[in-house]
């Protein structure tokens, strides 16, 4: 027989474990398979980083970061700031002037010293503009603000923004004059809205810029003082002395403002008098309304030698320096609501007011009002007759009695203090 070479058997194959003997994996979040089958840990991936930008990593760095990103909004805001401003120039105010839709003196009342806002800012840009290109620690844009606001320059900063702002309250009663009783000034209004330029803002949207501007700066000169990054610096000490110098303004531009609305009630009220169908002159400089009110009073009734009052119903206008009384006018006046005829005007520098107290000193009209508190009111020169330098004022309560003498008393004693200190 043949013999032949046999191979070697394999080794058996040991048996497979029961099912019940798998081992389980552990709880927990499932891993992907890559993971299970190798023996090194699998770490996170970084994302990646966009080509050419940097992040700072150190507090120095993200200050010098932020204080770069706002020296470029206040360069960047100023730049859109003065666009603004030109377009008021070329898209308003040189066409309302040269289609004669309004007069030189309107032109004025409605924008004010705008040109001259334009030339300012215009020089504050190319400032800003020349110092942001400096070397970083050899910026200074607090000494740009601090020269700006220097009040001894007669066109300064800080002088043309206190004379406009002032006016922001009559420049907005004469556009809506205008508007309400010129239609070729509705008309250019209304198609200047499809001016490219004038990118659909309104007017009134324009001329408000400049406030929002002035309050804009101390928000953007605190920033760069908060994140200036260079030390204590004079630089930095000129951005602290611009910071406290930009907050006085706004506060100083905001007083102006207070006497601009108070200007538009005094126009108000002057609207609401006529005497012999003529306008009477009430708006003069520093002159505000301090509180009005309707009075039953008594005046005159008949001739001069009469003792017999009647009750009349008047309106009484406190200002800081005189009394105007109006007498409301009746049906044969053919008047609008709210229009009066001038009673009086008394200057407080001449007129005095105690509360009536005693009964017996109280005309038979008024007596005849029980329980009401009466004030009298006079002139203390007897320059007009009774009927017009005396008012007894039958009052709803004592309270308003009291509120009445007070604000009299307060106004007379600040006039009397004026007219000693000249």
């Not at 932020?66 to 020296?71: A, D, H, K, N, Y």
């Not at 730049?79 to 004669?100: C, G, Q």
């Not at 709210?338 to 007129?351: H, K, T």
């Amino acid at each position: 027989m043949t013999s032949m070479n046999v191979l070697p058997s394999r080794p058996a194959r040991p048996p497979r474990p029961p099912r019940s003997s798998l081992s389980v994996l552990p709880s927990g979040p499932m891993l992907c398979s890559s993971a299970m089958m190798s023996s090194r840990p699998m770490l996170p991936t970084r994302a990646a980083r966009p080509r050419g930008v940097t992040f700072p990593h150190s507090r120095a760095e993200q200050e010098k970061a932020r204080f770069e990103s706002i020296v470029d909004e206040l360069v960047r805001t100023e730049n859109d700031y003065v666009a603004d401003l030109v377009v008021v120039l070329t898209s308003f105010i040189i066409p309302l002037r040269d289609k004669e839709i309004i007069t030189p003196q309107e032109s004025e009342l409605l924008f004010g010293n705008w040109e001259m806002l334009i030339d300012s800012n215009k020089h504050l840009l190319a400032s800003l503009q020349s110092e942001s290109v400096r070397a970083p620690r050899e910026r200074d844009f607090g000494s740009i603000f601090l020269l700006a606001t220097d009040k001894t320059i007669h066109n300064s900063f800080s002088n043309l923004y206190s004379r406009y702002c002032a006016n922001i309250a009559l420049s907005d009663r004469c556009r809506k004059d205008l508007v309400s009783g010129r239609p070729a000034f509705a008309e250019f209004l209304k198609a200047s809205m499809a001016r490219v330029n004038v990118e659909r803002q309104q007017l009134k949207s324009f001329l408000i810029k400049p406030l929002q501007r002035l309050c804009k700066y101390p928000l953007l000169l605190k920033e760069l003082t908060k994140y200036y990054p260079y030390g204590e610096t004079a630089a930095y000490s000129s951005l602290v002395e611009a910071l406290e110098r930009m907050d006085i303004l706004v506060a100083r531009v905001n007083d102006s403002m207070l006497e601009g609305e108070n200007q538009v009630k005094v126009l108000e009220v002057q609207d609401m008098f006529t005497w012999q169908d003529q306008t009477i002159q009430l708006a003069m400089p520093f002159r505000r309304l301090v509180q009005d009110d309707m009075f039953m009073h008594a005046i005159p009734s008949g001739t001069k030698r009469s003792k017999k009052r009647k009750l009349i119903r008047s309106r009484f206008f406190l200002f800081n320096d005189i009394l105007v009384v109006g007498k409301e006018k009746n049906k044969s006046h053919k008047a609008a609501a709210g229009s009066y005829l001038l009673s009086a005007i008394i200057p407080l520098a001449c007129c005095s007011t105690s509360r009536m107290d005693d009964p017996t000193k109280i005309d038979e009209a008024v007596r005849g009002r029980a329980g009401e508190p009466v004030l009298w009111i006079g002139r203390t020169d007897s320059r007009l007759e009774w009927g017009l330098s005396q008012f007894l004022l039958v009052c709803s309560s004592a309270q308003e009695q009291d509120e009445w003498h007070q604000a009299l008393s307060e106004c007379i004693q600040e006039c009397a203090a004026t007219v000693q200190g000249s």
